[in-house]
């Protein structure tokens, strides 16, 4: 593509119609959560908790403890039989450290990429929208993505607590009660506060995909470092470091089930997810809005 | 660029300088962009550098108060009403045995304590090392909770009226005891906030010891006075314990314990966060949930036995402080004291000729050599021994089988058993 193109393109970007903008974002939507690979990733996730609530069930039949003695396995699973609640955290704490960000890392690592690859790229940049724009949509089409995700997995596993185990007032890790009506409000605030965990790996993936056009390569690397990042932060002599990466405060979610909540992770993570983000999405538009479009 | 190039006249070349100039711009621009990412990182890097730096808004003012006046405003202080956040940091410098140290300290615990996690004597001989996050709450006497915040599960010991409940939410274990005075016994044993490590100290406080108010500090948001303690005495390994003590209700904030080799703290406790209100009436309810396991404690040994795991593992340098209260239990058990104050070496005759597992008794197999290699070999005019130091206790073991313990430097140990 030559300079004069590139022209047409930025000067299009200009006044761009705001009705424009908002079908673009429904457009996006649509393109996303209407391939069969999205809805193939969503069905795995849905899967986790119907697999974790079966075999928990299968496991108790006779009246025994679930999990081995030692307090083993995903967190709060233990705590499964006693109320279908439960579930829902465990499910989450399941998903957490792979299945939720590996789809997020494949639908972000895709979102520039992917079109570069399969030719489309140069027609959304033709159409008066502008690169900004085309980019902010393309990382809002993906945090709907981390949180319809999330979402999958809560109410699949609500659906199969409720079918599988008792429901009722519920006793939170700190050894206290709350009623069953509270314990929904913190299910959906642990929902919203994985999703928004999840934001700083949608950014890092977006980044990945401007810069390549290769859609295979963006989403292998987003989950590459996705791993690697979780091996770091198993490693203790990198203590110092740890706090930095962003999937160390990940299972903060859980001190919303404490009574009272313990907010001081939580706001970590929050604050560390949205430098993330920062970080990551101004060096995506650096990249995306100086970039020759060639695909 | 070719294209341009390629014309040599004057015009043309005017134009081409312009270009070129206008291409270095745009170039320029375009780099610009790359800008914005670095400056978030440097300013994301200078709020974390900076912020703590100009959080620290100095000591407070407060008015000038004497070592004695701020000792008895601790003991007046009648907090009954309490909750907050501590965070205690241990290091023993007890040598690093990773895995095998906790398969160890569990393989305990489950011995004393029938297997339930739940069980608060194994569960708080974790706190004696590493970093914790404790949630402590009380409402007089007779309403007390402690919670230790583990990722994703937490363990609470809950005492209420007659009930004391343990409960392990990674497990879903339940532990239950109900003498009223075993919950009184074991709150006072597990020294897990500051106002229980500075309690034990300043029992200790006699004519060996110097106390002095070393200025102020901010501590949880609060105003506090800094009390120093030092040994005045040389060859102990205590180096100075200082007690942040809240201004207006003399509530101890924080508590810390440096050894005289320097470096980090041994003991370092204190709130991060703390309030003076009632705290909520449910905090203290606890109704074991279904089907969790629930142990029952046996209402006359357990305490004992809470007694005991906490006072070796967790307490070790505050329970068995030389020379004043525990010296009397060491006597009674037929332990022989040497020194006083600060010096003072716990000595005990086991008797049995080089049985001991030390490094130098042939006998002593595999776990011996394991335990030798843990120690240093020393001799004196007492013969030949190991010495097994940690940061503040150090042991010497003699191979005719006296064991010499002390918060005292190796020195002052080889003395002793020279002497003796």
Known sequence: ?295 | MAPYESDDSTGAAQADDELRDELRAERRRKAARYVVPLAVVGVAAATIGLVPALADSGDPDLPKITAQELIDKIAKSDVQQLSGTVKISTDLGLPDLGGLESSLLSGAAQGSGGGSSADPTGKLTELASGTHTLRVAADGPEKQKVSVLESGAEYSLIHNGTDVWGYDSKSNEVYHSTAADSGKAEQHEVPATPKDFADEFLKSVDGTTSVTVDGTAQVAGRDAYRLVIKPKQSGTTFGAISIAVDARTGTPLKFTLTPSSGGAAVVDAGYTQVSFAKPAASTFDFTPPKGAKVTEGDKAGKPGKAREGSGADQGGKVSEMPGHGSAKGLDKSGFKVLGKGWNSIAVLDTGSKGGLPTGSASGGGDLGGFLGSLGNPVSGKFGKGTVFSTRLINALITDDGKVYVGAVDKAALVKAANAG
């Open chain 1, 1 to 295: 593509m030559s300079r004069a193109d590139l022209a047409v393109v930025d000067t299009a970007a200009v006044r761009p119609n705001p009705v424009w903008s908002l079908g673009l974002l429904r457009s996006e939507f649509v393109t996303t959560f209407r391939r069969w690979r999205t809805l193939a990733l969503l069905g795995v996730l849905a899967a986790v908790p119907v697999l974790v609530g079966v075999s928990v069930r299968i496991e108790t039949r006779g009246g025994g403890q679930a999990g081995p003695g030692g307090g083993a396995g995903p967190a709060f699973i233990t705590q499964v039989t006693n109320n279908g609640l439960f579930l829902v955290f465990t499910a989450l704490a399941a998903t957490l450290p792979f299945f939720l960000p590996m789809a997020v890392g494949v639908v972000a690592g895709d979102a520039i990429a992917g079109e570069a690859d399969a030719g489309t790229l140069r027609y959304l940049l033709v159409a008066p929208a502008g690169r900004t724009r085309l980019l902010l949509t393309k990382y809002a089409t993906t945090m709907a993505f981390c949180l319809v995700a999330t979402l999958v997995v809560a109410a699949s596993a609500l659906a199969v607590g409720a079918l599988l185990f008792p429901l009722g007032d519920l006793t939170t890790i700190s050894g206290t009660r709350i009623s069953f009506a509270d314990g929904l409000g913190r299910a959906l605030l642990i929902a919203l506060a994985v999703a928004l965990s999840l934001a700083g790996v949608a950014a890092l993936g977006l980044f990945v995909s401007t810069l390549t056009n290769s859609g295979i390569a963006a989403m292998a690397t987003t989950v590459g470092l996705l791993i690697t990042v979780q091996i770091l932060d198993q490693i203790p002599q990198l203590h110092a470091l740890q706090p930095y990466l962003f999937s160390h405060y990940w299972l903060s979610f859980a001190d919303l089930i404490r009574d009272p909540v313990y907010w001081d992770d939580l706001v970590k993570n929050l604050e560390l997810q949205a430098l993330y983000t920062a970080v990551f999405g101004s060096a995506a538009w650096a990249r995306f809005t100086t970039r020759d479009i060639t695909a």
